[in-house]
Every structure is written in structure tokens, then in C-alpha cells.
């Protein structure tokens, strides 16, 4: 089993950035890759961009690539999503998520799931 809890959203101005924190507990994380995914209203789920626990290997979507960066704290058992210079677009609700499969990408792949952090960014 494996808990995980967002915080860090809020309403933004287009061009501040952000930092999302996600709290990360349980056994065997060591096993895990974290992810952070979004959903905006009346869109699928998608990836953002993902940490392995051990080891740093990251992955991120190409359409963030540049203006997000995903890291680990693992003293802390907290994973943070960096997100520079923000646009409309990014509006939407964040999750964080874990799975056993390596470099997984998509949401079936993940079994825990926390419960969203909204970011709203108005021009």
C-alpha cells in the first residue's frame, strides 16, 4: 500500500511558476515509480512527468518538456513537480501516482493515486 498526497495548487498568473509537493508513504517504495498527471475539465488524464524512486530516471511528456521538472526527496519521502513560466493551458486538477512498472506513462499503469491539487492560471 502506498499513500500519496498533493498540496502546492492555486490560482496563478500566466508566466509565474509553481511548485507542487507530493507526500509519499508506505512499504517498498523503492520499488515505485511516482508520476504526476493532469486533468483538465472534460479531457482524459495525462501524463506529466514521472521520477523512479531509486535510481532519479525521469520522463516527461514533450509537450511540458523545458518548463517541468520532476525530483525526489527521498529524506523527506516527498516528490516535487517544478512548473516555470505557466500558460492557460496547464490549468487543471494535478495528481500524483504510483506504480511497479518502470517508466510507466499511462494511468491504468498506476495503482495508488492521491487526490488532486487544482492549479488555475489566469492571464
Known amino acids: 500500500q502506498v499513500q500519496l498526497e498533493e498540496s502546492g495548487g492555486g490560482l496563478v498568473q500566466a508566466g509565474d511558476s509553481l511548485r507542487l509537493s507530493c507526500a509519499v508513504s508506505g512499504r517498498s517504495l523503492n520499488m515505485y515509480t511516482i508520476a504526476w498527471f493532469r486533468q483538465a475539465p472534460g479531457r482524459e488524464r495525462e501524463f506529466v512527468a514521472s521520477?523512479?524512486?531509486?535510481?532519479?530516471?525521469?520522463d516527461y511528456a514533450d509537450s511540458v518538456k523545458g518548463r517541468f521538472a520532476v525530483s525526489a526527496d527521498n529524506a523527506k519521502n516527498t516528490v516535487y513537480l517544478q512548473i516555470d513560466n505557466l500558460r492557460l493551458e496547464d490549468t487543471a486538477a494535478y495528481f500524483c501516482?504510483?506504480?511497479?512498472?518502470?517508466?510507466?506513462?499511462?494511468?491504468?499503469?498506476?495503482?495508488?493515486w492521491g487526490q488532486g491539487t487544482q492549479v488555475t492560471v489566469a492571464s
Open positions: 521520477i523512479r524512486w531509486v535510481g532519479d530516471t525521469t
Open positions: 501516482a504510483a506504480s511497479t512498472i518502470y517508466r510507466a506513462i499511462w494511468p491504468r499503469e498506476y495503482d495508488y
